[in-house]
């Protein structure tokens, strides 16, 4: 056991001494600074050298164990060309990195590759060199020295046009934009190269000639049937520089052709798509060859091959906005961006909805039946209620019949007497004829009273359907009021009406609206007829408050019994002896037929008042 236990302690003690060192050489690692250099080939926010420089950061400092201090410079000259401005440039980078020079320089783009090549004997001597993102027709790749690598691309014009004319079939032009930088100017000359093969098939169209705001304008009426190839525009033939997408964006804002390009650089917002490089591809790629080389390994002993367009891939809301098909998509294309349909978006809620239409489907089958046979019955109900309001009409009349025989009798008594007084007059031999106007005038008047109590017992009487349509309300109380003067004069009771100013339209059926008015002015005189009251009187008033029209009356007879308040209402019942207790039941059912409310109190002077408040025609309210 003794034995066993040293040999324990023995291994755990080596295991220690093996691991302290490695872990110590891991923090001193960690701790360690590495100084990189990247130099731009026209600026940092160039397209598409900008988004290779930013994924190169990111991925350095993702991949790298040491702490990784930045610095990034830009070759203005490139934009231009001449050496006269290099000068000054190659001073000033040895002067800033003579006592710490860089442990690595990145080169990324043709302009700044060749720059540091030719200037190798005065800048950066013996410093690892990684040339990025460069054509390899654009350097000697066979004299490489042995401290620089190249991560080389291999462009493929015939391989885009080709692409264009498979997507759009209908293309007859293609316009290819390209600036005039030293760099853009011989890729110009590669360009037409390339497109000699499809001059047979298409139109090429050349615009480094023309400055790119004037280009700007003659995009927004291209010819049908045109696509764009964006290749570069650093800088236009009016020596304007454009950084960023600036140039690329303003294009896609106006033209009325889709656009094309060879880099994902451009990808994202303004092109359709195609074969392109990838710049995550390329900036992968060159991170994980630097920190090899900060690693120690030589840069001649890492050159990977030139790298090639990657799959194709488009932009579907650019394919959506041109009308480019599916169909016509090279083999193993990618579709970017795509919106997903309504059922990829919402699938679990829809599968939800789905179970719950099905089975709320039988509940609204059944409730459409169940509706049906309700809908059925309210019609009979309202054939009934108009059948019921019809029969109350008469029975009221009936009890009107002696105030509308002494209404009648008036002015029927009046034209008997004039026209026997006129035809006295017309047996003289010189009648008085002014005299005999006068009386005319009178029989007119007269007939036209008769007239108009009958026209009203008329109104009240007719049987008539629902119908529901704008009337005044105001005149409606009025004409019941013309109705019943008569009968309230033979009791001795005082029948005061005061309407409103205001327009006091509702939507209703004017003779059932007639007959609730009149069944509570009825019940009102009989109240105060039985009731031992010096003060006889009925009041009538209208009021709009709240787009709600009201029409109150009050009598000073002995009121409702408290305990009946609640009950007034119902049908059969009823306080008087010979009474069916049918009327205020025919009130309610009408007013609520109209959206309406009745309510009955008792005033606290004495007497009872009932409220009927009904939605006007211009307001939105609903009483229940």
């Not at 080389?152 to 007859?172: G, M, Q, W």
């Not at 140039?247 to 889709?258: F, G, I, K, W």
């Not at 001795?492 to 005061?498: K, P, T, W, Y």
Request: glycine residues 6%.
């Amino acid at each position: 056991m003794v034995a066993m236990d040293l040999v324990i302690r023995l291994f755990v003690c080596l295991l220690v001494w093996a691991i302290i060192p490695s872990e110590l050489a891991r923090g001193a690692q960690s701790r360690e600074i590495k100084r990189v250099l990247i130099l731009n080939s026209f600026g940092q926010d160039f397209r598409p050298w900008g988004a290779y420089a930013k994924a190169i950061r990111e991925n350095l400092e993702r991949l790298s164990p040491w702490q990784i201090d930045l610095r990034d410079h830009s070759l203005v000259s490139a934009r231009s060309g001449g050496e006269k401005p290099e000068l000054p440039f190659i001073d000033y980078l040895t002067a800033l990195y003579s006592e710490h020079p860089p442990d690595i320089v990145i080169a990324i783009g043709a302009p700044a590759s060749n720059f540091v090549q030719h200037n190798r004997q005065r800048l950066f001597i013996g410093i690892p060199l990684i040339l990025s993102a460069v054509e390899q027709r654009r350097v000697q790749l066979s004299n490489l020295p042995d401290n620089e690598t190249i991560i080389a691309v291999s462009h493929d014009f015939h391989l885009s046009f080709e692409t264009i004319l498979r997507v759009l079939p209908e293309t007859k032009r293609i316009v290819v934009v390209n600036g005039t930088s030293p760099n853009e100017k011989f890729w110009l000359g590669e360009l037409r190269k390339d497109a000699a093969a499809f001059n047979k098939k298409v139109e090429f169209i050349w615009t480094d000639d023309i400055p790119f705001q004037q280009f700007l304008e003659k995009s927004e009426t291209l010819p049908a049937n045109t696509a764009i190839f964006w290749h570069l525009m650093n800088v236009d033939a009016a020596g304007i520089s454009y950084e960023g997408n600036n140039a690329l964006r303003q294009l896609h804002e106006v033209s009325n052709a889709p656009i094309f390009s060879y880099d994902d650089g451009f990808f994202g917002n303004d092109i359709v798509g195609g074969p392109m490089y990838s710049v995550l591809e390329i900036s992968r790629l060159t991170a994980a060859v630097a920190v090899r080389i900060l690693n120690g390994e030589r840069p001649r002993d890492i050159r990977p091959a030139a790298i090639k367009y990657a799959g194709p891939k488009f932009d579907w809301r650019e394919m959506q906005r041109w009308g480019i098909r599916e169909s016509n998509l090279p083999p193993g294309s990618k579709i970017l961006f795509r919106e997903p349909g309504i059922w990829e978006k919402y699938s679990v809620s829809l599968s939800l909805i789905t179970i719950v239409i099905l089975i709320q489907g039988g509940l609204i089958s059944g409730l459409l039946r169940e509706r049906h046979r309700r809908r059925l019955a309210e019609v009979e109900s309202r054939k009934r209620l108009v059948e019921l309001a019809h029969l109350n009409r008469h029975s009221t009349v009936g009890e009107l019949t002696a105030s509308i025989t002494h209404e009648l009798n008036q002015p029927l008594g009046s034209i008997l007497t004039n026209a026997e007084t006129a035809e006295l007059m017309l047996t003289s031999s010189s009648p008085d004829l002014g005299q005999l106007r006068e009386i005319i005038a009178d029989i007119r008047r007269d007939d036209q009273r008769a007239s108009e109590v009958i026209r009203r017992l008329r109104s009240v009487l007719r049987k008539t359907p629902f119908e529901m349509k704008c009337i005044d309300l105001n005149e409606t109380v009025r004409q019941v009021i013309g109705f019943i003067t008569a009968m309230s004069r033979a009791r001795n009771i005082i029948l005061r009406c005061v309407t409103t100013s205001v327009d006091l339209t509702v939507k209703g059926d004017a003779v059932q609206l007639q007959q609730v008015v009149l069944n509570l002015i009825v019940n009102a005189v009989e109240a105060i007829s039985e009731a031992d009251s010096s003060e006889r009187e009925v009041s009538v008033t209208t009021n709009l408050s709240d787009d709600i029209a009201e029409i109150s009356i009050s009598d000073t007879g002995p009121g409702i019994a408290a305990g009946d308040l609640k009950s007034v209402f119902n049908p059969f019942f009823t306080t008087k002896p010979q009474g069916v207790g049918m009327g205020l039941a025919i009130v309610r059912t009408i007013v609520e037929a109209h959206q309406g409310h009745v309510s009955a109190a008792n005033l606290s002077s004495g007497g009872a008042l009932f409220v009927i408040r009904l939605p006007s025609a211009r307001g939105r309210s609903i009483l229940t």
